[in-house]
């Protein structure tokens, strides 16, 4: 899991919709868990999801409902659909990967993104 880069920000008005992208190189993909973080201006870079296996992804409260987080194994690419957002996602939003499963905590995050820009108008 050398590289990831993401995709798919961009500006959208408040109730709007964005998918995010997040495309892996290396050859052991499913032995990874993809979370994505995300980090406004002044603020600290914050947890918002994380998959390993399709049927227990983990989401902050704050996402929790608006959200959801995929993956497609066989294209080594994670997804985040983001829905009925709001100004107060606006942020830089990572992904991230580690061997093993999903965590909420960013230091046990060994691969990064480079980020894509997410900002919701009101």
């Known amino acids: 899991q050398a590289q990831l880069v993401e995709s798919g920000g961009g500006l959208v008005q408040a109730g709007g919709s964005l998918r995010l992208s997040c495309a892996a190189s290396?050859?052991?993909?499913?032995?990874?868990?993809v979370g994505w973080f995300r980090q406004a201006p002044g603020r600290e870079r914050e947890f918002v999801a994380a998959?390993?296996?399709?049927?227990?992804?983990d989401y902050a409260d704050s996402v929790k409902g608006r959200f959801t987080i995929s993956r497609d194994n066989a294209k080594k690419t994670a997804y985040l659909q983001m829905n009925s957002l709001k100004p107060e996602d606006t942020a830089v939003y990572y992904c991230a990967s580690r061997l093993g499963g999903t965590s909420r905590t960013k230091v046990e995050y060994a691969y990064w993104g480079q980020g894509t820009q997410v900002t919701v108008s009101s």
């Open positions: 290396g050859r052991t993909f499913t032995d990874y868990a």
């Open positions: 998959i390993k296996w399709i049927s227990s992804p």
